[in-house]
């Protein structure tokens, strides 16, 4: 049972990648799930989630307009579209499920109530 963050890269200011949070030994439908990231020195925060029912999504400030969630069950994957990537978007970014509150208030929770983290991949956006 895990889930594995990959997509991750050096990329220039303005520019694009796409993650991608691979589910594998559960079904990926039962959950909600959301990326988090952490900065150097700073606290992981939540970026953005998606629901499992509905697939409602959900971002921070910082990021609505240039990220995208999305989830394909049949792929057992998430993946998390990044464009007009800043600087400040650097950070080791993470997935997680979210069994308890389907990803309401995923950005005000503590961590603690995200079930299962995967190892994280490093998004680094030079200026």
């Avoid at 949070?21 to 925060?45: N, V």
Wanted: overall charge negative; proline content about 2%.
């Amino acid at each position: 049972v895990q889930l594995q963050a990959s997509g991750g890269g050096l990329v220039q200011s303005g520019g694009s990648l796409r993650l991608s949070c691979a589910a594998s030994g559960f079904t990926l439908d039962y959950y909600g799930i959301g990326w988090f990231r952490q900065a150097p020195g700073k606290e992981r925060e939540g970026v953005s989630c998606i629901g499992k029912s509905d697939g409602t999504t959900h971002y921070i400030d910082s990021v609505k307009g240039r990220f995208t969630i999305s989830r394909d069950n049949a792929k057992k994957t998430v993946y998390l579209q990044m464009n007009s990537l800043k600087p400040e978007d650097t950070g080791v970014y993470y997935c997680a499920t979210d069994s308890l509150q389907d990803c309401d208030d995923f950005e005000r929770r503590p961590l603690y109530e995200f079930d299962l983290w995967g190892e994280g991949t490093l998004v680094t956006v030079s200026s």
